[in-house]
């Protein structure tokens, strides 16, 4: 059985039915950098190694050098601050093929910084692109530019990130409009609160909203919504991690508007028939690509156009009830569990293609 080795910070749950599968068919390992974590399935090894911060540059031990030989495949993240796992694919010492793994561009992390705006980089991500054996991306986008670029397409592979979601069947009447995620100041939720007030001066019996999450901006946005007069119409749940009682906020849920992220969340969303409405520039892996307008969620260019999603939830209610429908047909046909890690095995027997 080939042996594949692949390299992450930490073994987030959403990664385990990618792991489990890919432990299907090849004696896998995971390396984290991370001590703590806790493998339930046992499908495959966990190592770690250690990892240090120098320059801005993240430097592992040494051992990983001579730790993938025993190797047929390593999958190492995307990222050129990992310099020791960019060097791999240059010091071919070995048989190891070397498939990078991630956005692919610069990624949007603050509410300044948008996907793929710090082109700076460009050179050495086609660089060290060039010197792979493959590369994973999480949409379409970077695989058009490298190939635009000069990167053979044949190499370039999606696997989209997704969450894997077991449908509860809890059905509620929808009642209200939805935040989840954490709360702290980058996400916009003050933006969405501002012209959740402007709608609601125009419309006093539009759907509550509903702010699932917890973070340091907590505080402040409830001190802001006693401020405007809307306690009664604002409601803070803080998080809520018990599947059941998140699969009925999402029921009773017309909409999920984010103004400044659209990450997993949005998967989140369609899993449970509730479109996602959020910015053009929202920061995203890629997630934000799934969103079809006016289909299973829209995207907007100016924050004022909540306002108008709000008044419009409201006036049109079947229209967004139709389009979580869609929104769950698309998460059932091409972002649920059973389409999910088929193109990261085929990533990994595309490289050993002269081996088979």
């Not at 990624?107 to 050179?123: C, G, H, P, Q, V």
């Not at 949409?139 to 592979?157: N, R, S, T």
């Not at 003050?190 to 973070?215: C, R, S, T």
Request: net charge positive.
């Amino acid at each position: 059985m080939k042996k594949i080795i692949i390299f992450v910070s930490k073994i987030q749950h959403y990664r385990e039915p990618l792991f489990n599968l890919i432990a299907k068919e090849y004696d896998l390992t995971i390396v984290q950098s991370e001590k703590e974590y806790v493998n339930f399935n046992n499908s495959y090894k966990v190592l770690y190694i250690k990892e240090k911060n120098k320059l801005g540059f993240i430097l592992h031990d040494n051992i990983i050098f001579n730790e993938i030989k025993k190797y047929d495949v390593a999958i190492c993240l995307f990222n050129l601050r990992n310099l020791s796992l960019m060097m791999l694919s240059l010091l071919k010492k070995n048989n190891t093929k070397i498939i990078y793994w991630g956005i692919g561009v610069s990624a949007s992390t603050k509410n300044d910084s948008y996907y793929d705006k710090n082109k700076r980089l460009d050179i050495f991500r086609r660089f060290f692109l060039k010197k792979a054996d493959a590369a994973i991306f999480y949409c379409e986008y970077p695989k058009d530019k490298y190939v635009k670029l000069g990167i053979i397409a044949d190499k370039l592979f999606i696997e989209p990130n997704t969450i894997i979601y077991k449908n509860k069947n809890i059905i509620c009447s929808k009642c209200q409009i939805l935040f989840i995620g954490s709360v702290y100041k980058a996400k916009g939720i003050d933006i969405l609160i501002k012209y959740y007030h402007e709608a609601y001066k125009l419309q006093n019996n539009i759907p509550d909203l509903v702010v699932i999450g917890e973070g340091d901006e907590r505080s402040n946005l409830e001190f802001l919504v006693n401020k405007i007069g809307l306690s009664n119409k604002v409601i803070f749940k803080g998080a809520i991690y018990d599947s059941n009682l998140l699969a009925s906020e999402f029921s009773k849920s017309y909409a999920v508007i984010s103004p400044n992220q659209a990450g997993l969340a949005v998967l989140s969303s369609f899993a449970n028939s509730v479109p996602f409405i959020t910015h053009f520039n929202a920061i995203t892996g890629g997630e934000r690509f799934n969103i079809i307008n006016d289909y299973n969620g829209n995207m907007y260019y100016s924050d004022i156009e909540i306002k108008n999603y709000v008044l419009d939830i409201y006036n049109n209610r079947d229209k967004y009830i139709k389009m979580g429908e869609n929104a769950k047909q698309y998460y059932d046909s091409i972002r649920s569990k059973k389409s999910y890690g088929i193109n990261f095995i085929k990533a990994i027997k595309y490289t050993l293609k002269d081996e088979n």
